[in-house]
């Protein structure tokens, strides 16, 4: 069993949707939860960065983290063709290496 | 502020060959480190960076190898070339003894015929 499950997708959804995205972890020693977008031929771009469980909102991003039930979800709200991309969780303990999940690819039609 | 940078983007090798990758970190920042990120995948670990020294490493044979400048930008070597070691070669650097993310370059995509 992988560390860090994530549904490779892909995911579409129609412009102006709300796009949902989660990742489960086995690993209860993660403490730091992050999600990155990635752009075909490009490397990671950091959207959220999380430590505590709850919500953390920024623009049209929410980021939500469940300890308890090891599981992190990311929201986009009204989505645009823009967003289309793959989206990874990645996560760690106190310090050190990442964790990725598998990463979704989305597709926002418009 | 410049980002990461990588070089060379492309890379093609031939199976048996020897590759140098590079790496520039973010302004201010002293930690990097290098992933693989095969198609469809999301990348793995492979060292950790500081202090010129290589302060944790993932699950990759001693084919991979690497090396930090007191300027804190780094290479990784690959030795022996297989035509598994095909993928993007991400590195992200950060600020040590601080609880930040890591900033990722834009890669540099090696291909292994």
């Known amino acids: 069993q992988k560390e860090v499950e994530q549904d490779p997708g892909p995911l579409s959804v129609p412009e102006g949707a709300i796009v949902s995205l989660n990742c489960t972890y086995s690993?209860?020693?993660?403490?730091?939860f992050m999600w990155y977008r990635q752009y075909s031929r490009k490397g990671p771009e950091l959207l959220m960065y999380?430590?505590?469980?709850g919500n953390k909102e920024d623009g049209r991003f929410t980021a939500q983290v469940d300890k308890s039930s090891k599981y992190i979800s990311l929201f986009i709200r009204d989505s645009q063709p823009s967003d289309s991309a793959t989206y990874l969780c990645a996560m760690r303990g106190s310090w050190g290496k990442l964790q990725f999940g598998a990463g979704t690819q989305v597709v926002v039609t418009p | 502020d410049a980002g990461v940078t990588q070089s060379p983007t492309h890379l093609i090798k031939t199976r048996g060959q020897q590759v140098t990758l590079r790496c520039s970190p973010k302004?201010?920042?002293?930690?990097v480190s290098w992933y693989q990120q095969a198609l469809g995948q999301g990348p793995q670990f492979i060292f950790q960076?500081?202090?010129?020294?290589?302060?944790q490493r993932g699950n990759f044979p001693d084919r991979f190898s690497g090396h930090q400048f007191p300027n804190y930008s780094s290479e990784l070597n690959v030795n022996a070339l297989l035509l598994g070691d095909s993928a993007l070669y991400l590195c992200?650097?950060?600020?040590?003894?601080?609880?930040?993310?890591?900033?990722f370059g834009n890669g540099t995509r090696l291909t292994v015929t």
């Open positions: 960076y500081y202090e010129e020294e290589e302060r």
């Open positions: 999380t430590y505590s469980s």
């Open positions: 690993n209860s020693a993660f403490q730091y």
């Open positions: 992200a650097s950060s600020p040590d003894g601080d609880n930040s993310p890591l900033h």
């Open positions: 302004s201010g920042h002293d930690t």
